[in-house]
């Protein structure tokens, strides 16, 4: 059974950081794409970041710059560093792993940016 559990979301000010954990359980994991997703109240859950198995990353526009991606395929965990965090960042940010055409999702995890 595949599992995604996020951790480390919370409420910040404006300007401040937060690193988001995702541990991956289950999965091939190492042969997977890992991302994050967010979804802000009344919207779409949208692309945030991702990481291929290689190492390679992408990024929404509206992030690059601010936030990382990494993995630990070792220790089966993903990660997102969110630097100089705006309002608009305000979601509840989403794991995801992709194999094989399937998508799994963790449970995710409230990041609330107060101005």
């Known amino acids: 059974q595949v599992q995604l559990v996020e951790s480390g979301g919370g409420l910040v000010q404006a300007g401040g950081s937060l690193r988001l954990s995702c541990a991956g359980s289950?999965?091939?994991?190492?042969?997977?794409?890992m991302g994050w997703y967010r979804q802000a109240p009344g919207e779409r859950r949208n692309l945030v970041a991702t990481?291929?198995?290689?190492?390679?990353?992408n990024y929404a526009d509206s992030v690059k710059g601010r936030f990382t991606i990494s993995r630990d395929n070792a220790k089966k965990m993903v990660y997102l560093q969110i630097n100089s965090l705006k309002p608009e960042d305000t979601a509840v940010y989403y794991c995801n792993a992709h194999l094989m055409n399937y998508d799994y999702w963790g449970q995710g995890t409230q990041v609330t940016v107060s101005s």
């Open positions: 289950g999965l091939h994991f190492s042969i997977s794409t």
């Open positions: 990481i291929t198995n290689g190492g390679s990353t």
